[in-house]
């Protein structure tokens, strides 16, 4: 399963993006989707994520501003931000982790992407 990543780039603080994740490949189903961001010189950090049943969780950092979302028929996931800081400058990751058929077996996966660079100005 691949997925590819888009919609980071460069704002000003306050202002908006929207990144969406892809998946692409023989997926029998998504299980739980994570958004993830690694700023310079810190680790890996999870800031949302969503479950096959539709429960959605976030960082503290980024709860009331961050929305998680996904279009099942499509197998896209997105990420809204909204009043972005410059604390969440990072390259952001989303992560897949489902089922997918291949020759008559059901196989899971744990899919990540490649990133995308978000940079929030001040």
């Known amino acids: 399963v691949q997925l590819v990543e888009s919609g980071g780039g460069l704002v000003q603080a306050g202002e908006s993006l929207r990144l969406s994740c892809a998946a692409s490949?023989?997926?029998?189903?998504?299980?739980?989707v994570g958004w993830y961001r690694q700023a310079p010189g810190k680790q890996r950090e999870l800031v949302a994520g969503?479950?096959?049943?539709?429960?959605?969780n976030y960082a503290v950092s980024v709860k009331g501003r961050f929305t998680i979302s996904r279009d099942n028929a499509k197998n896209t996931t997105y990420l809204q931000m909204n009043s972005l800081k410059p604390e969440d400058t990072a390259v952001y990751y989303c992560?897949?982790?489902?089922?997918?058929?291949?020759?008559?077996?059901?196989?899971?996966?744990?899919?990540w992407g490649q990133g995308t660079q978000v940079t929030v100005s001040s």
């Open positions: 490949g023989s997926i029998f189903l998504i299980n739980t």
């Open positions: 969503t479950t096959f049943g539709g429960s959605t």
């Open positions: 992560n897949i982790q489902g089922a997918l058929l291949r020759e008559g077996n059901i196989l899971s996966f744990d899919s």
